[in-house]
T-cell receptor, first 114, second 113 residues
Framework: AQSVTQLGSHVSVSEGALVLLRCNYS??????LFWYVQYPNQGLQLLLK????ATLVKGINGFEAEFKKSETSFHLTKPSAHMSDAAEYFC????????????WGAGTKLIIKP | NAGVTQTPKFRILKIGQSMTLQCTQD?????MYWYRQDPGMGLKLIYY???????DKGEVPNGYNVSRSTTEDFPLRLELAAPSQTSVYFC????????????FGPGTRLLVL
């Protein structure tokens, strides 16, 4: 893996609206893809991951992500935002080129408006 | 089952001082990692270990040292602290590499003045 790009350092949505957090990666070999969430003043925890099984991956708290190889994307979505979803979200990729070390995106802070 | 624990939670260091950040896991995972998190930069890997007695450098190892004498413990040593080492440090553990989940500790916030 060479890099991970998360579009938008901050994303603001209204409570009940669709959440879409974008992640694009570069990798010349089959990747593993991850989304982690970080709540304020806490460590990171896994939301979901893609490990070469189904391309649509469901995670915790109603989040899901779709692996699209042709677009080198792994965008995170949730149909209806809750106030408790306010956090920072990180996309990460690992593959044989990175010796399976995680390469991280810069993160996207999700803000939920009441 | 505490998972991954880190101490201290917060520390202020003067330039040139040294300190050790502690990391302990009770999951019996072989792989352990140290990351630093700077605002807007994501996480950068400092060092990692694939088992007791084996460590290797990550992307940003300069100014740090590690040891892994047991499966449980993976301390990170800062020698001659510099303002550039002001950051939040996270320790993580995993059963193996590849598609495996990394489990993170709560972090240590370090301020070097």
């Amino acid at each position: 893996a060479q890099s991970v790009t998360q579009l938008g350092s901050h994303v603001s949505v209204s409570e009940g609206a669709l959440v879409l957090l974008r992640c694009n990666y570069s990798s010349s070999v089959p990747p593993y893809l991850f989304w982690y969430v970080q709540y304020p003043n806490q460590g990171l925890q896994l939301l979901l991951k893609y490990t070469s099984a189904a391309t649509l991956v469901k995670g915790i708290n109603g989040f899901e992500a779709e692996f699209k190889k042709s677009e080198t994307s792994f965008h995170l979505t949730k149909p209806s935002a809750h106030m408790s979803d306010a956090a920072e979200y990180f996309c990460a990729v690992s593959d044989a080129d990175s010796n399976y070390q995680l390469i991280w995106g810069a993160g996207t802070k999700l803000i939920i408006k009441p | 089952n505490a998972g991954v624990t880190q101490t201290p939670k917060f520390r202020i260091l003067k330039i040139g001082q040294s300190m050790t950040l502690q990391c302990t896991q009770d999951m019996n995972h072989n792989y352990m990692y140290w990351y630093r998190q700077d605002p807007g930069m994501g996480l950068k890997l400092i060092y990692y270990s694939v088992g007791a007695g084996i460590t290797d450098k990550g992307e940003v190892p300069n100014g740090y040292n590690v040891s892994r004498s047991t499966t449980e413990d993976f301390p990170l040593r800062l020698e001659l602290a510099a303002p550039s080492q002001t950051s939040v440090y996270f320790c993580a553990a995993a059963t193996r590499t590849g598609g495996e989940t990394q489990y993170f500790g709560p972090g240590t916030r370090l301020l070097v003045l």
